[in-house]
């Protein structure tokens, strides 16, 4: 049933943090929107902001927040001039959230800028891995993970992509407590190996969650990544040439990678745009 029409624009702002990187991260969040605004009949916008590249900042006229994943270390840009920008952007958008206004702004953060909000609120240790992991891999919930609505329709585990150079690691629990934070999703325990679980997934507040793994990923550009000789040399070298076969079955599952995509932005949207709703 579509959702009832809000009487005034949504705004959104993308913080595309891939650094001029050619990439298809940008170009599944537009068209998740473009999705998300037909479906409801919503006057929905959204406007792109280079953030690292060209040091672009949206301001707080905007609803609607998603930050992208992007190259490199999460460690090396502390103190960098588009890094200080960004989390006074961050900063401002926690303090208008602690105000009285009751429209508030939601944000949903994407792999490397999980990375910069998992450092930021010192939630756990951030390391580089050996080996990249890249793939379509479950993503286990944890106990706050199952009562997320974000998770909403999704299994236990679900499937998404997982493309990463960084992780975090070793969760703060009393960071987590002191902070009124959830850890919602780890990636999956691997018995044979002799390594700690990544965070996959953190409430950060009623208004902001993040993601290390990348749930605007399309199946079939997925797909074409899957069959280039590299980034298959990747997965079989990770996890074995049944497991990459594997992989590429699950992109004919349209219960597993694209019911993620389908499900978990467009029930983050659902959230703030009900919110907004509500508070007119």
Request: proline share 6%; net charge negative; aromatic share 10%.
């Given at each position: ?103 508030k702004k939601y944000g949903f953060f994407v792999c490397h800028s999980f990375q910069l909000m998992c450092r ?142 389908n499900t978990m932005i467009p029930n983050f949207l659902d959230e703030a745009v009900l919110s907004l709703q509500?508070?007119?």
């Amino acid at each position: 049933m579509p959702m009832a029409k809000t009487g005034r624009p949504i705004k959104v702002a993308i913080l595309d943090l891939y650094d001029g990187l050619e990439n298809d991260a940008i170009r599944s969040f537009q068209d998740i929107l473009e999705r998300y605004k037909a479906k409801n009949d919503l006057e929905l916008t959204y406007e792109l902001f280079e953030v690292r590249k060209r040091c672009e900042m949206p301001g707080l006229e905007f609803d609607i927040y998603i930050a992208s994943g992007g190259p490199g270390s999460p460690l090396d840009t502390e103190g960098s001039e588009w890094e200080k920008k960004y989390f006074n952007l961050i900063g401002e958008l926690e303090n208008h959230n602690l105000s009285d206004d009751p429209q508030k702004k939601y944000g949903f953060f994407v792999c490397h800028s999980f990375q910069l909000m998992c450092r930021h609120y010192k939630l756990g240790y951030i390391n580089e891995r050996r080996t990249t992991s890249f793939g379509i891999l479950p993503v286990h919930k944890t106990s706050a993970g199952l009562n997320e609505p974000v998770f909403d329709d999704l299994t236990d585990p679900f499937y998404a992509v997982d493309s990463r150079c960084w992780q975090v690691i070793h969760p703060n629990e009393k960071q987590f407590t002191d902070l009124g934070m959830q850890l919602l999703a780890i990636e999956k325990e691997r018995p044979h190996i002799d390594l700690p679980q990544a965070m996959m997934a953190v409430r950060y507040s009623d208004y902001f969650i993040g993601t290390q793994f990348h749930p605007e990923a399309d199946p079939e550009v997925m797909r074409a990544m899957l069959l280039k000789p590299h980034k298959k040399k990747e997965v079989v070298d990770e996890h074995g040439l049944d497991k990459y076969n594997e992989m590429l079955e699950l992109l004919d599952d349209a219960d597993k990678l694209a019911h993620t995509q389908n499900t978990m932005i467009p029930n983050f949207l659902d959230e703030a745009v009900l919110s907004l709703q509500e508070d007119e």
